[in-house]
């Protein structure tokens, strides 16, 4: 997986949004008071503080001595330039069991290369809950990329919505019977066999580790508007 790999903030995103729709319109990048007024910020100090988020995280690069000092950067380890899209992550998933409900996170964005996720469909990322998906190189805290769709096979991993829950596993159909399988070889990680109460909700595309995937920092909120 690309070094590149980051998770944004929704904030850290919008951020980074407004100096790219500022860079489109006029061909130049902010200033740090232009910034302040489109962003609603109070300070120039909350400016920089994403500023330097964002510079840390491998997305802008700040000269020095010039005015207007933010260049857009996205690039892999050879250094070719890298087309980086976001992804949202929507869920927590049970690798463990279906104790783990699945609840709308909408402030939390992976940007990864678009080759990554040059597929037809929507794209999402959830996080992984529990160990039951170790042997599939799947680790509690891990993000996985699905993609949404119905059309699988056997044999696939898959995000499946059993109840009002989601999991994932690796889905086996046979002799009419769809069960999801654990990864695993610790011996207390079960089959579920789905019977009427279910949906598949996507196919896994790939694992990001956790390690990968820089936290989120967490700046004031009462200098958004």
Same mark, same amino acid.
């Given at each position: 997986?690309?070094?590149? *790999?980051?998770?944004?903030?929704?904030?850290?995103?919008? @951020?980074?949004?407004?100096?790219?729709? /500022?860079?489109?319109?006029?061909?130049?990048? #902010? *200033?740090?008071?232009?910034?302040?007024?489109?962003?609603?910020?109070?300070?120039?100090? *909350?400016?920089?503080? /994403?500023?330097?988020?964002?510079?840390?995280?491998?997305?802008?690069?700040?000269?020095?001595?010039?005015?207007?000092?933010?260049?857009?950067?996205?690039?892999?380890?050879?250094?070719? +330039?890298?087309?980086?899209?976001? @992804? #949202?992550?929507?869920?927590?998933?049970?690798?463990?069991?279906?104790?783990?409900?699945?609840?709308?996170?909408?402030?939390? /964005?992976?940007?990864?290369?678009?080759?990554?996720?040059? @597929?037809?469909?929507?794209? @999402?990322?959830?996080?992984?809950?529990?160990?039951?998906?170790?042997?599939?190189?799947? $680790? +509690?805290?891990?993000?996985?990329?699905?993609?949404?769709?119905?059309?699988?096979?056997? $044999?696939?991993?898959?995000?499946?919505?059993?109840?009002?829950?989601? *999991?994932?596993?690796?889905?086996?159909?046979?002799? $009419?019977?769809?069960?999801?399988?654990?990864?695993?070889?610790? #011996?207390? /990680?079960?089959?579920?066999?789905?019977?009427?109460?279910?949906?598949?909700?996507?196919?896994?595309?790939?694992?990001?580790?956790?390690?990968?995937?820089?936290?989120?920092?967490?700046?004031?909120?009462?200098?958004?508007?």
């Amino acid at each position: 997986m690309d070094k590149f *790999t980051k998770i944004l903030t929704g904030k850290q995103k919008r @951020v980074l949004d407004n100096i790219k729709l /500022y860079l489109d319109a006029k061909g130049i990048p #902010p *200033t740090l008071d232009e910034l302040r007024k489109n962003l609603g910020f109070k300070s120039l100090r *909350t400016v920089t503080q /994403y500023l330097e988020i964002l510079e840390r995280k491998g997305h802008i690069v700040r000269r020095k001595n010039a005015r207007r000092n933010i260049d857009l950067r996205a690039v892999d380890a050879a250094g070719t +330039s890298a087309t980086l899209v976001s @992804v #949202p992550v929507v869920a927590n998933v049970g690798c463990d069991n279906l104790s783990v409900f699945a609840q709308e996170n909408s402030d939390e /964005y992976l940007q990864v290369d678009k080759k990554i996720v040059d @597929v037809a469909g929507d794209i @999402v990322a959830v996080r992984a809950v529990g160990e039951s998906m170790a042997d599939a190189g799947i $680790g +509690s805290g891990d993000y996985i990329l699905v993609q949404f769709t119905d059309r699988v096979e056997s $044999g696939d991993r898959v995000a499946a919505i059993v109840g009002d829950m989601i *999991t994932v596993k690796r889905l086996i159909r046979q002799g $009419g019977v769809t069960v999801l399988y654990p990864e695993s070889k610790d #011996p207390k /990680y079960k089959p579920i066999v789905l019977r009427e109460d279910f949906k598949i909700a996507g196919k896994v595309l790939c694992v990001i580790s956790a390690s990968l995937a820089e936290a989120p920092e967490v700046l004031p909120e009462e200098d958004w508007r």
